[in-house]
């Protein structure tokens, strides 16, 4: 029962990479990818709690073998929202390929839930997606007594902007030039010009990931 209360997965890879015993975090390229629900404080505020978490624990069993399924592993739950990570803790190659992948195999999975979930009477978890590939700090991280698998930097905070970012564009899956440059033989991205990500002094190029170019 216990083992339900951390990511599985994750702890299995760390394991398998022999990163158990490590202390501190190393620099290193990753992909990453946060998720977030659309309007989810007003579906919470009209629903009771038992239904909220019924809800959620739903869409995060879909969500999960999603992820896990395309190669990447869940960092962590935040509230409604997901941030998962690829090329960590184990060595992935194609981490950008996978990570678009994953977002797009998500985005026609929360579709198919939401089709379930409006037959039986229960509202729609429209998501917005935010995904970015560089380097970040990624191991173990905080207090003595609690430590965390993570990673941290400008990497992790641009992919969680993107995410937001979706409203200001009314898109689903925003994506960076990083993501596109790396990506774009096998996916096709439709530009939207430069934005400034919050707290952030310099704009960047956006990108929309439309979908996998046929082969």
């Not at 290193?28 to 309007?39: C, P």
């Not at 009209?46 to 969500?63: I, K």
């Not at 990673?151 to 969680?160: E, F, I, Y």
């Not at 937001?164 to 596109?180: P, Q, V």
């Amino acid at each position: 029962t216990f083992a339900l209360y951390v990511p599985r997965e994750l702890v299995r890879r760390i394991v398998t990479s022999g990163q158990e015993g490590a202390e501190g975090a190393v620099r290193q390229d990753v992909t990453i990818l946060f998720t977030d629900i659309r309007d989810f404080t007003t579906i919470s505020e009209q629903r009771t709690p038992e239904e909220v978490v019924e809800l959620l624990s739903g869409y995060f069993e879909m969500m999960n073998g999603i992820v896990e399924a395309h190669g990447g592993v869940i960092i962590q739950y935040l509230g409604d929202s997901i941030y998962a990570m690829w090329n960590a803790p184990t060595p992935d190659a194609d981490h950008v390929e996978h990570g678009c992948r994953c977002a797009l195999a998500l985005a026609l999975g929360v579709a198919r839930f939401n089709a379930g979930n409006e037959a039986a009477g229960l509202p729609p978890l429209v998501t917005r997606f935010g995904l970015h590939t560089g380097p970040a700090v990624v191991g173990s991280v905080g207090a003595t007594a609690r430590r965390q698998y993570t990673a941290m930097g400008d990497t992790v905070n641009v992919a969680s902007r993107l995410e937001g970012m979706n409203k200001e564009f009314g898109t689903t899956i925003l994506a960076s030039a990083a993501i596109r440059d790396l990506a774009a033989a096998d996916f096709d991205f439709r530009a939207l010009g430069q934005a400034q990500p919050k707290g952030r002094t310099g704009a960047i190029d956006i990108f929309e990931l439309v979908g996998e170019r046929a082969s």
